[in-house]
DNA sequence: GCGTTACGGTAACATCCGTTACGGATACGG
DNA sequence: CCGTATCCGTAACGGATGTTACCGTAACGC
């Protein structure tokens, strides 16, 4: 062996960058110049961690949804009641402060480029849907006596509100401020009867 | 003159074919040149109709809040009644077609291209916030004995809500059906006590 | 008809992109 | 110590991109 690069928190540092040039700089320019600049590196790093382009932003696509399953997981052990651990996961999916500002912007990017690459499209497919069990479980255990199609439909319809208003609050921050998000929230738990 | 060419019929047809591409290919091969081709043309007319891409992209946009805020005018005025008049509008935001679900796609990367784009991002912003007039208006119009804070609540718990399930069956249009997205529409309406 | 003028296709330009090849540097095994 | 294997920065390559310059062409006024 040679010098031992750690190459787990190199393909981490460089995902990262990838984030930081999504959240900062847009898709377009989102490119492997952009991402070593960001990491403080040269392409050559890069193109020794991933096979190519593609491979990097899937890999940064994966380790975000990871990232934030982590964070789901940490709220909904942590909440008191059933209807709370759906509350805090709900409301971390809201775009209310700089950093989910950001996180929103990057997941819109990364959406935007799955439309033009299939391996995209297809992780972000199967991490919507697990974001959806995951949904459908809260929303199930916050109101035991609905029927499967009501906990299905109430679970869609909150998931929803929460990506597009983040989608919202990202493209105009000044305009959908972290109160008014989460009275949005609030009212949409209410008035499915499931206010903690 | 010489030869008088229709430069507003010509416009729209580059803008159209910018949705085209936009929703076939995806923003990052968003090229003048796979526009003129769409268009059937080359560059040079692209260029001599637009000084840059950017405004091409700019005019493809304000083209596109245009249309759909004929659509949605057209759907107001042929409603029965205030909810009808909602639910209308609202439902076609939802991406319940192939037609919308391209419509949505196409949103999608405006919306990605705009980050990277400060003109963008204000003509994004400016229509947002003509979308959101338009839905406290039309809450207040369904529900006019609620107070003005709790309309401006539920049109952004609506309004978030219909753009984020659009964005969820763009992604994954067999997942999200017509009849699932339907049938969250109606159950939010219900829950907010808003049902025609 | 004919000169003029706008129109738009062709082709070139500089730049930037992803990717590849190479070579110097470094740490480990012996 | 030294050979060697790995790491990664440098630099180049072919191709694509936005943009510009040029020029043939077609229609209108006279």
């Given at each position: 062996?040679?010098?031992?690069?750690?190459?787990p928190a190199q393909e981490e540092a460089l995902s990262r960058a990838v984030w930081e040039v999504l959240a900062h700089q847009g898709l377009e320019r989102l490119t492997v110049r952009a991402v070593a600049a960001a990491?403080?590196?040269?392409?050559g790093l890069v193109m020794h961690?991933?096979?190519?382009?593609?491979?990097?932003?899937?890999?940064?696509?994966?380790?975000?949804?990871?990232?934030?399953?982590?964070?789901?997981?940490?709220?909904?052990?942590?909440?008191?009641?059933?209807?709370?651990?759906?509350?805090?996961?709900?409301?971390?999916?809201l775009a209310i402060d700089r950093e989910a500002i950001n996180g929103s912007v990057v997941w819109i990017g990364f959406l935007?480029?799955?439309?033009?690459?299939?391996e995209l499209i297809e992780i972000?497919?199967?991490?919507?849907?697990?974001?959806?069990?995951?949904?459908?479980?809260?929303?199930?255990?916050?109101?035991?006596?609905?029927?499967?199609?009501r906990v299905a439909t109430v679970a869609l319809a909150l998931s929803a509100m929460v990506e597009g208003a983040a989608a919202f609050a990202a493209a105009d921050p000044a305009a959908y401020p972290a109160a008014a998000q989460e009275r949005m929230l609030d009212a949409a738990l209410g008035s499915h009867g499931l206010a903690a």
């Open positions: 062996m040679s010098r031992t690069a750690d190459r990491a403080g590196c040269t392409t961690r991933f096979p190519n382009r593609r491979a990097l932003l899937r890999h940064a696509r994966e380790l975000l949804h990871e990232t934030s399953r982590r964070r789901v997981e940490a709220l909904e052990a942590a909440a008191g009641s059933p209807r709370e651990a759906l509350r805090a996961v709900l409301r971390q999916g935007a480029a799955a439309f033009a690459d299939d972000h497919r199967r991490n919507n849907r697990l974001w959806r069990e995951r949904l459908e479980r809260l929303v199930g255990a916050a109101a035991p006596e609905w029927p499967a199609a």
